[in-house]
Every structure is written in C-alpha cells, then in structure tokens.
C-alpha cells in the first residue's frame, strides 16, 4: 500500500490550493483518511479528517476556510485551501486508516504561502 500526494506549491496569501492523495495497492477498504501538517520547528498537528461515512473533523486553524472531502471509487482525498496565510505553511502529509493493514502515511507535499 502506498499513499501518493499531489497539489503542493507555492501560493501568496488569500489564495488557493487544493491537495490530493490517492492510495495505490491492493486494499480491502479504506476507514478514515486525512491531512496532517508539520511546519518547521513545530510538532505534527491534524489538519482535517474524514471517516468512510463522509463525517468531517478540522483543526482550528483552518475550520472555515479549508474543507476535506473524498471519492472512494478512486481512493482518494482531497484538501481544498482557501484563504490561505503565511502560517499555513507546512508539509501537509496524507493519512489513511487501511481496514486489514493499518495506518499508513504519504510522502508528504509542500505548502508554501509567501507574497
């Protein structure tokens, strides 16, 4: 299993991206995915969450202004950022609670939010 992320970059303040993370392999279903970030110096903090049911959880940080959403015919997640500030810099790492197998993470995308 390997869960593979796409959609970091370089965005100034106000603006918008949006991140996804398929997850490839040979699975049985997927229980909750999400997004975690860490910025330099600083520990890995939950950014928002989702279960197989479509139920939503954000940290505080970006309620309201990001949104978390899935397709599971794809296995996929996605994180869309809107009004994004200088502190939302980070590496925003995917995560998914494989059934059968456990959790596994991604690589890892970097998100840089500078004028």
């Known amino acids: 299993v390997q869960l593979q992320a796409y959609g970091g970059g370089l965005v100034q303040p106000g603006g918008s991206l949006r991140l996804s993370c398929v997850v490839f392999?040979?699975?049985?279903?997927?229980?909750?995915m999400g997004w975690y970030r860490q910025a330099p110096g600083k520990a890995r903090e939950m950014v928002a969450v989702?279960?197989?049911?479509?139920?939503?959880w954000y940290g505080g940080a970006v309620k309201g202004r990001f949104t978390i959403s899935r397709d599971n015919a794809k296995n996929t997640v996605y994180l869309q950022m809107n009004s994004l500030k200088p502190e939302d810099t980070a590496a925003y790492y995917c995560?998914?609670?494989?059934?059968?197998?456990?959790?596994?993470w991604g690589q890892g995308t970097l998100v840089t939010v500078s004028s």
């Open positions: 995560n998914a609670q494989i059934r059968r197998t456990g959790e596994h």
């Open positions: 392999g040979s699975i049985f279903g997927i229980n909750a």
């Open positions: 989702i279960s197989s049911g479509g139920g939503t």
